[in-house]
């Protein structure tokens, strides 16, 4: 399925000096792949809009928030492999996605250090019921769930 996408803002802010350009230089259709609908592969037909900074003198693509840089799939269909890679082999997801293995390497990548780079909250108390007797879950879990991997020590304070 292929669905048209129309830009509605006349004007972009330019990504170098924030002024505000209405001038557009070039319009080229991009097209990207997103989230299946009805078991069918879902197509965006996205215009790229490049303008002219009058301040800068220079020319810059419109970036769009649902899109990574120089990726050709929305973010949320970046995230859905990303998740699938978690609980399968890079091969299965490539096969059933008909996307080749270095592409399906390079979202998985992307989207892990995406995560890593979010602010992890301070965990102040972890109680003894959050924590496997299986040794390794805890470790395995963040892995599959935040792309890193980190040792977790334990310190019982029995009140004595």
């Keep these: 399925m292929f669905f048209d996408i129309k830009i509605l803002a006349a004007q972009v802010n330019c990504y170098r ?3 505000s350009s209405q001038e557009l230089h ?3 259709t991009l097209l990207v ?3 299946p609908g009805f078991g069918q ?3 965006l037909r996205v215009p ?3 303008f002219y900074c009058r301040r800068c003198q220079k020319y810059f ?3 769009l928030d649902f899109i990574t840089w120089r990726y050709k799939q929305t973010k949320r269909y970046e995230a859905q492999i990303y998740q699938r890679v978690v609980y399968s082999k890079i091969e299965q997801v490539g096969r059933e996605e008909q996307l080749s293995i270095e592409i399906v390497e390079s979202i998985f990548k992307s989207v892990s250090n995406q995560l890593k780079k979010k602010d992890w909250i301070r965990v102040e ?3 003894i019921d959050e924590i496997s007797k299986r040794k390794g ?3 395995q879990t963040l892995d599959r769930n935040y792309g890193v991997t980190c040792e977790v020590y334990l310190t019982i304070d029995f009140g004595g």
């Design 41 to 43: 592969p879902v197509y």
């Design 125 to 127: 108390r972890l109680s």
């Design 33 to 35: 792949r997103d989230l």
């Design 48 to 50: 790229r809009r490049q």
């Design 137 to 139: 879950l805890l470790r």
């Design 17 to 19: 000096c924030e002024q």
């Design 26 to 28: 070039r319009r080229t």
């Design 61 to 63: 693509t419109e970036q």
